[in-house]
């Protein structure tokens, strides 16, 4: 395993942000600066053994902090969406920023963990490799009640998977729900979009969304809808059936905080495979539907669908729906879920 770091930019309040550098034996690199804690690049091999960039990023800190797209970031306070930004916790009512639209509260609001510096420190055991990022958010920092203590760990090892492991401890009840937001193509970032890849999500049951993208409280059955991913399909399949693609989120079964095997993407024409495991409730699929003829890194163009998301977390809205499962953490807990990318050629 080999791991370095380098400067990657400077903000304009005069900060470093750097960018650390993993790679394997067997092809296989990933770069996360601690810029949001985000993961900028992830290269690998295709069938006949030509690495490509497989993850939708920028080559600078400018176009990060220009655009919010949230390539490979480290979402938080809560991923996902929240009803109007508002909820109740221990009789006390909150009001979030409700930063997508003036309707929803989106992803941890104006300045959620993808906008701010992690403290990083590098870290080797055995044959992996890694960066254990660490954050203190303060209480009431974009209007979420008790200071957050938060680490999340990536790391990478020989057996081509990439870790990412999240620690959250406060000192008052509060709401927590972090994730990773890669934008996938296993063809090549800026190849095309990703109807053509094969998608499997293990799960049975869905939850239906209103016109604002938030769950209506039930919980529905996949089959006989386009959001049955239960056995292989193209992700273009159903797409004539749906009004703006997928932005879902689908329910893992059982939720008792064992990881398991939860989705899994197959390019076809590179052969690259990526196995998801987890120990979260729920995965949200989103297939880039807000893209726009993006540039990207290296000049490349990110074009609608030209990526896709597949975002383990609690439930979206979860704090206002009691049959969801619950995503308050208290004081004495620890919030603690991984998240596995494992990559493999067909």
Request: proline fraction near 5%; charged fraction near 20%.
């Amino acid at each position: 395993m080999k791991i370095n770091d380098e400067l990657f930019g400077i903000t304009p309040q005069g900060e470093e942000v750097k960018k650390f550098n993993m790679e394997n034996s067997r092809g296989i690199s990933v770069a996360v600066i601690n810029w949001g804690a985000t993961v900028v690049s992830l290269r690998m091999p295709n069938q006949k053994g030509n690495p490509q960039e497989i993850t939708l990023g920028f080559d600078n800190l400018l176009q990060y902090l220009e655009h919010n797209f949230y390539f490979g970031a480290t979402i938080g306070r809560f991923a996902n969406r929240i009803a109007g930004g508002f909820f109740q916790l221990g009789g006390l009512s909150y009001q979030l920023a409700c930063n997508e639209k003036g309707i929803n509260h989106l992803h941890g609001g104006n300045k959620g963990f993808d906008k701010v510096i992690w403290q990083a420190e590098v870290f080797e055991e055995g044959d992996l490799a890694g960066i254990k990022f660490s954050y203190l958010s303060t209480d009431k920092e974009e209007g979420y009640p008790g200071t957050l203590k938060v680490e999340v760990e990536y790391s990478l090892n020989e057996d081509n998977e990439l870790k990412i492991e999240y620690f959250a401890r406060t000192d008052q009840p509060t709401i927590v729900n972090l994730t990773n937001h890669t934008y996938w193509n296993l063809a090549g970032a800026g190849s095309g979009t990703i109807l053509g890849h094969q998608l499997t999500i293990k799960s049975d049951k869905y939850l239906p969304v209103n016109g604002n993208l938030i769950p209506t409280g039930e919980i529905k059955s996949v089959y006989g809808t386009p959001m049955d991913f239960t056995r292989p399909k193209l992700i273009g399949r159903d797409f004539p059936q749906l009004e703006n693609g997928y932005d879902h989120c689908f329910v893992l079964e059982p939720f008792d905080h064992d990881l398991k095997l939860v989705a899994i993407v197959y390019e076809p024409d590179s052969g690259r495979t990526m196995e998801i495991f987890t120990t979260k409730p729920g995965i949200q699929f989103y297939s880039g539907n807000m893209l726009e003829d993006i540039t990207g890194a290296q000049g490349r163009l990110f074009q609608r669908y030209g990526g896709l998301c597949l975002e383990t977390e609690y439930f979206p809205n979860a704090i206002n729906e009691p049959t969801f499962v619950s995503p308050v953490l208290l004081p004495g807990e620890v919030y603690h879920h991984i998240t596995i990318h494992r990559f493999s050629i067909r």
